[in-house]
T-cell receptor, first 108, second 114 residues
Framework: GIQVEQSPPDLILQEGANSTLRCNFS?????LQWFHQNPWGQLINLFY???GTKQNGRLSATTVATERYSLLYISSSQTTDSGVYFC??????????FGGGTRVLVKP | KAGVTQTPRYLIKTRGQQVTLSCSPI?????VSWYQQTPGQGLQFLFE???????NKGNFPGRFSGRQFSNSRSEMNVSTLELGDSALYLC?????????????FGPGTRLTVL
């Protein structure tokens, strides 16, 4: 099956810093989503982005489908950005395969 | 629109028992998927239902089963519980149309098996 790798596994940031999270996947995909998991376990949709670039406030994402990677940018980070960020891809059917996540801690 | 709801939110069971979890999708969504999240294995796909039919199944033993009702609500059942079944069980719904097909997740059911 398709493999999804996220890097880095852990990230510690000072409030106000910028960061880039990466997601590599091993095959062509129909769907790619970025999620933020809050401390209570809820997965919150950030982007649906199988290709191209999108922005939402301080967050933006870019997927280069031909090179099989996606990037999530966090600018001017805030403590509320802390949590685990997941990339998930769908190659066929309606089944998401998740990466291992990047755990982000933003310090005040 | 109300989001995806899951009940119960927390559950404690003992080995050998069985459990049923419920998921109500976003109104109008016909696809419901289930995922298991554990510290060791991460997030793994269990199965997906669309119009009361199971369309996809992950690599889980037959003790894990599910169904979907005509109103798109879904239940999953785990029989003969094992300690390793302790996990956060997440349900997601989507429209599953051509074009953008975002999956929206519920808050999860945290199952502890003692």
């Amino acid at each position: 099956g398709i493999q999804v790798e996220q890097s880095p596994p852990d990230l510690i940031l000072q409030e106000g810093a910028n960061s880039t999270l990466r997601c590599n996947f091993s095959d062509s995909v129909n769907n790619l989503q970025w999620f933020h998991q809050n401390p209570w376990g809820q997965l919150i949709n950030l982007f649906y982005i199988p290709s191209g670039t999108k922005q939402n406030g301080r967050l933006s994402a870019t997927t280069v489908a031909t090179e099989r990677y996606s990037l999530l940018y966090i600018s001017s980070s805030q403590t509320t950005d802390s949590g685990v960020y997941f990339c998930a891809v769908e190659a066929a059917g309606n089944k998401l395969t998740f990466g291992g996540g990047t755990r982000v801690l933003v310090k005040p | 629109k109300a989001g995806v709801t899951q009940t119960p939110r927390y559950l404690i069971k003992t080995r050998g028992q069985q459990v049923t979890l419920s998921c109500s999708p976003i109104s109008g969504h016909r696809s419901v998927s289930w995922y298991q999240q554990t510290p060791g294995q991460g997030l793994q796909f269990l199965f997906e239902y669309f119009s009361e039919t199971q369309r996809n199944k992950g690599n889980f033993p037959g003790r894990f089963s599910g169904r979907q009702f005509s109103n798109s609500r879904s239940e999953m059942n785990v029989s003969t519980l094992e300690l390793g079944d302790s996990a956060l069980y997440l349900c997601a719904s989507s429209l599953f149309t051509s074009g953008e097909d975002t999956q929206y997740f519920g808050p999860g059911t945290r199952l502890t098996v003692l």
